[in-house]
């Protein structure tokens, strides 16, 4: 124990998250879209709004801990080709926990295989279904992380020696964020049932697991390092989070403004002044007819015989 731990408080070295940059650029495609396309892009809103709400919820439990740690959010990780998105890495003197948020409605089940299911209501029905196992997709971030500590070594004595302080160090924890969730995990193997908790239950399945440590725990001082060593190891992406929508984009339109010596055409939806235009794009490209002013409010057109 380090004698100079004076931490009483979490410490929060990266708290944000790519889903609210992601929703702004998804705001701003919004009227260069397609009705479909604009469909797609409210469904895709409501889901990020939604993991956010569930990352919120941790973040509150957290920062309410009273429990000296570090916190990473939102943290992308890269190695040999593979990637990780981790919801959050919280770094005690104890363990490092690597933490996925599920913000699921509806009841979850386990059963006895570790499968999981959920039942949900469904307009006047109750819908059941399958679900990817939260704790596979989990496993995957801690094998790149592991993969990465262990091509560090330089012998094969060092890297037993990692792999065995890795599988002391590192807990895995799925977070059923929306307090409405119902979890049965009865019947759940215990590995599983102790790795599935729901967001009112972290603060205290930390305090639990960092009471089983059996080492001495590390100082407060390499607590931070560690964190700070995966905060450097974090790579901020430049996604270009509109690109699946680029086939619902509207058509670009060259316009041609109305001479003084011809009649100003009206548009027969809202009455606004209508422009010339030409079709760049699709089946009419090179046409022209004539568009509303007050575009892409207003879709009123008359097309020109050419």
């Known amino acids: 124990m380090g004698l100079f731990d004076t931490m009483k408080e979490p410490v929060f070295l990266k708290e944000n998250s790519s889903a609210v940059e992601q929703i702004e650029k998804l705001k701003e495609c919004y009227e260069k879209v397609n009705d479909e396309g604009k469909t797609l892009i409210d469904n895709d809103i409501k889901l990020l709004e939604v993991g956010i709400y569930g990352e919120n919820q941790i973040l509150f439990e957290l920062k309410n801990s009273h429990i000296p740690m570090a916190v990473l959010q939102d943290v992308y990780l890269e190695h040999q080709g593979l990637t990780a998105q981790i919801d959050f890495m919280i770094f005690t003197k104890g363990f490092i926990f690597v933490v996925e948020c599920k913000n699921l409605v509806g009841s979850i089940t386990i059963d006895n295989t570790g499968n999981f299911t959920r039942v949900f209501d469904y307009g006047k029905y109750k819908k059941k279904e399958g679900l990817y196992s939260p704790l596979t997709q989990n496993k995957r971030h801690l094998d790149l992380i592991k993969q990465k500590i262990l091509d560090r070594q330089i012998n094969i004595i060092a890297r037993k020696m990692a792999e065995r302080i ?23 193997p215990k590995e599983i049932k102790n790795s599935v908790i729901r967001a009112d239950q972290l603060v205290e399945y930390i305090k639990r697991t960092n009471a089983s440590y059996s080492s001495e725990p590390s100082s407060q001082k390499d607590m931070l390092e560690t964190a700070n060593s ?13 690109e699946k929508y680029n086939e619902y984009l509207i058509e670009e339109k060259t316009e041609q403004p109305i001479q003084n010596n011809e009649e100003k055409i009206i548009c027969p939806k809202c009455g606004a002044e209508m422009i010339k235009r030409v079709a760049t794009k699709g089946t009419n490209a090179g046409n022209t007819f004539y568009g509303c002013s007050n575009f892409p409010k207003c879709r009123g057109i008359i097309n020109i015989k050419n």
């Open 166 to 188: 890795f599988e002391q160090s590192f807990k895995s924890v799925v977070v059923l964020a929306n307090p409405k969730t119902v979890l049965n995990a009865k019947f759940a």
């Open 230 to 242: 995966y905060l450097k190891a974090h790579i901020e992406k430049v996604k270009d989070y509109t």
